[in-house]
């Protein structure tokens, strides 16, 4: 398999669409240049704030995934991240889009991958939805506005298979399971994560997810205060199968750039076999 650099972006999304699509390919192509050939955008790059009704009135339709760029006809964001990713050359993840739901009271948080050419190649709808009371005593009920997929998402790409999953999902390892056992090789976890949660979790959860399924993990991130009182903990990363962390942001908008080495993620499986251990199947 050919070698991959992945750039795994961070962000601190407002209600400004317009300003977060512009810090986006500010970071994209910069990525691009520094040879990241998939570059990952965190859930809700388009818009993170506390205004549900502008949220709803954003959402887009989205196409069907397919080869040909004529049926990818889309709203003004996905068609402004099709044209980032013929400008980059790289395949684009957009981790959390805010889809259009079956109703009109509700979105689906959509990760949407993008081939080079800007047609889409796979959606995974958020599984797992954020229905917590955080310390602190913040709220979070993404159900009330949120419409839950139901289908774990591995997708081709020119370098191995890729499984898909959004921010809360991590916490959940059954579905990674699931992703490694239909062939994913790379994992992505595009996220908002909170910050009071984030600061003890965030990175123990990811390491986790690496070592116990001998996968990259690539997980791009929202950092800082996107208006109220709303704060993420950042800390976009990417992680070897072995669980070391090989590149993470610090506090500031920017990327974590890594090279995926899929002849070293073989010699980890093969070392140390566990992923042909397994005596417990999933129901």
């Known amino acids: 398999m050919p070698a991959l650099n992945v750039a795994a972006c961070q962000l601190t999304s407002t209600e400004d669409v317009e300003a977060n699509l512009a810090k986006s390919t500010e970071l994209a192509l910069a990525a691009a240049d520094a040879g990241a050939s998939l570059i990952g955008f965190p859930e809700n790059f388009a818009y993170l704030g506390t205004d549900r009704d502008h949220r709803l009135s954003i959402a887009e339709e989205l196409p069907a995934p397919g080869p040909d760029l ?147 993990v690539f997980a791009p991130a929202q950092f800082g205060h996107h208006g109220g009182n709303r704060r993420s903990w950042g800390h976009a990363m990417v992680v070897d199968p072995w669980g070391t962390v090989l590149a993470e942001c610090g506090d500031d908008a920017g990327f974590a750039l890594a090279r995926v080495d899929f002849d070293y993620q073989d010699r980890v499986r093969s070392s140390l076999p566990c992923l042909t251990h397994r005596k417990v199947s999933l129901s």
């Open 70 to 216: 004529k049926t990818q006809s889309g709203g003004p964001i996905l068609s402004a991240m099709q044209a980032l990713a013929r400008r980059t050359g790289a395949w684009l993840l957009l981790g959390g889009f805010p889809e259009r739901g079956g109703d009109a009271a509700h979105i689906r948080n959509t990760s949407v991958l993008l081939r080079a050419d800007g047609t889409v190649a796979a959606t995974y709808r958020k599984i797992h939805l954020f229905d917590v009371d955080v310390p602190g005593g913040k709220r979070f009920r993404e159900s009330e506005t949120i419409e839950a997929g139901d289908t774990p998402v591995v997708v081709e790409t020119p370098w191995a298979p890729l499984g898909l999953t959004i921010c809360y999902d991590l916490r959940f390892p059954e579905l990674y399971r699931t992703l490694v056992a239909r062939g994913a090789r790379l994992l992505a976890v595009p996220s908002a994560f909170t910050a009071e949660t984030g600061k003890d979790h965030w990175s123990v959860l990811l390491r986790a997810r690496a070592i116990e399924n001998q996968a990259y």
